[in-house]
């Protein structure tokens, strides 16, 4: 049988999900760190982690591969880059301070499947995205700059990877999403990994 651990610096965060989990019993812990040394001795630990304790204290290309301990990140406010870059370091859930006790509930036990549990805000952006899109013409630079896109980067991040200023990687963005017809950039970045912009470019 799997144990639930609740992981965060903050008494409040883990004293509001005590309260929805009702009567499950729970391990708590303070740090990662922590919780990783603990789950040594337990078959399957479900750890549900705030986002800004995992985001502050795990170096940004540590991975949680670990067997016996699955994390579910609640996060205080949807963001696509951040949810792509913590299911490519491995974690298994992921919802919003906004969840119900039944949806946490229910993360717990797909997780604990080893399935990957997701919010349902995601569909709501997926929406929009338009379904075929024969021809877009993009410049050459924006489509370096959606292939980041894809990948999650925020502009700090494409800026640096592009070497372009952030205002000019600002002003790429906004014309991709004119050009998609779609009204922010998760749905121009769920666009670009529909269409293959997060594959490596082949050499000709």
């Given at each position: 049988m799997f144990k639930v651990g609740i992981c965060s610096t903050s008494v409040f965060f883990r004293n509001a999900i005590k309260s929805l989990l009702g009567d499950q019993e729970v391990l708590e812990f303070e740090t990662v760190h922590d919780a990783r040394r603990a789950a040594a001795a337990y078959r399957c630990v479900q750890l549900i982690v705030h986002e800004t304790d995992l985001l502050n204290e795990i170096d940004e290309n540590a991975?949680?591969?670990e067997e016996n301990i699955r994390i579910i990140v609640i996060a205080p406010k949807f963001s696509h880059s951040n949810l792509v870059s913590l299911i490519d370091r491995g974690i298994r859930g992921y919802q919003l301070?906004?969840?119900s006790?039944?949806?946490?509930?229910?993360t717990i036990q797909i997780v604990a499947l080893n399935e990957i549990a997701l919010p349902s805000v995601l569909a709501e952006h997926l929406a929009g995205i338009p379904k075929d899109v024969a021809y877009v013409p993009l410049?050459?630079?924006?489509?370096?700059?959606?292939?980041c896109l894809a990948k999650g980067y925020c502009n700090k991040e494409i800026s640096r990877s592009v070497g372009i200023a952030e205002a000019t990687t600002k002003v790429h963005v906004k014309a991709?999403?004119?050009?998609?017809?779609?009204s922010n950039r998760t749905q121009a970045a769920v666009w670009a990994v529909r269409h293959g912009f997060d594959q490596p470019k082949?050499?000709?």
């Open positions: 991975k949680f591969t301070e906004t969840v006790s039944s949806v946490l509930r229910a410049s050459a630079k924006e489509m370096v700059v959606i292939r991709i999403m004119r050009k998609l017809g779609v082949l050499n000709s």
